[in-house]
């Protein structure tokens, strides 16, 4: 059965993930993307893929992508009385998400 890859990489991660996948040979949609605690800007993937190809896209991946460390800035704090949150974050890396699909059509 077909997968839908959905890969949300950061977008420092994003030009090194495109240019390894499309060297593959795998075809890559990128979205421009936002979110979680530190709202950065991400990059959204999507690969539509055969299941022999999943594991391959799946290296690619792990091995383009790395972690960070950043600094939480105050307002996303709130203002509340936080001090037990911490001020530094690790994140980075990737968010895949692997979706069976009954067809992939490329017309």
């Known amino acids: 059965?077909?997968?839908?890859?959905?890969a949300i990489v950061h977008r420092d991660d994003q030009g090194r993930v495109v240019s390894a996948l499309g060297e593959a040979g795998l075809r890559v949609t990128q979205l421009g993307?936002?979110?979680?605690?530190?709202?950065?800007?991400n990059a959204t993937l999507l690969l539509?893929?055969?299941?022999e190809q999943l594991p391959e896209a799946m290296a690619i991946i792990e091995r383009s992508c790395e972690?960070?460390?950043e600094v939480v800035p105050p307002e996303l704090l709130g203002?509340?009385?936080?001090?037990?949150?911490?001020?530094?974050v690790t994140h980075g890396g990737?968010?895949?998400f692997v979706v069976p699909v009954d067809e992939i059509r490329r017309i």
């Open 94 to 96: 990737a968010t895949i």
């Open 33 to 41: 993307s936002q979110g979680g605690f530190l709202r950065s800007r």
């Open 48 to 51: 539509g893929l055969e299941d």
């Open 79 to 88: 203002g509340i009385g936080a001090a037990w949150l911490p001020s530094e």
């Open 1 to 6: 059965m077909a997968k839908l890859l959905i």
């Open 67 to 69: 972690t960070r460390t």
